[in-house]
Nanobody, 126 residues
Framework: QVQLVESGGGLVQSGGSLRLSCAAS????????IGWFRQAPGKEREGVSC??????YYADSVKGRFTISRDNAKNLVYLQMDSLKPEDTGVYYC?????????????????????WGQGTQVTVSL
């Protein structure tokens, strides 16, 4: 069974940090482009950061604050979030896409994913 599971969300004060993890079962993340997306209440889902085997993409709103990385040995992808702001609040999802389908920038901008997780809540308080 193919599955993506996010973890690491929670409540943090403005300026704080969280590290999200995306774990895969039923397939190997290394063969896929992986993206992190978020959806705030009343807003559309947006791409935050995407990664392929060697390159990364970040939305302008998180550049310099978020870092995406992958640990292929553990079949995990991380999103390190620093200097968090209240506007970072939302449900964060990870997704996996085959490289043939889209570039990482297209994956993030057009929210392309073959597999999606259920999401983890991130709340940043003032």
């Amino acid at each position: 069974q193919v599955q993506l599971v996010e973890s690491g969300g929670g409540l943090v004060q403005s300026g704080g940090s969280l590290r999200l993890s995306c774990a895969a079962s039923g397939f190997t993340l290394e063969s896929y482009e992986i993206g992190w997306f978020r959806q705030a209440p009343g807003k559309e889902r947006e791409g935050v950061s995407c990664i392929d085997k060697s390159d990364t993409y970040y939305a302008d709103s998180v550049k310099g604050r978020f870092t995406i990385s992958r640990d292929n040995a553990k079949n995990l992808v991380y999103l390190q979030m620093d200097s968090l702001k209240p506007e970072d609040t939302g449900v964060y999802y990870c997704a996996a896409t085959t490289p043939r389908r889209a570039t990482i920038s297209a994956m993030c901008v057009y929210k392309i994913g073959d597999y999606w997780g259920q999401g983890t809540q991130v709340t940043v308080s003032l």
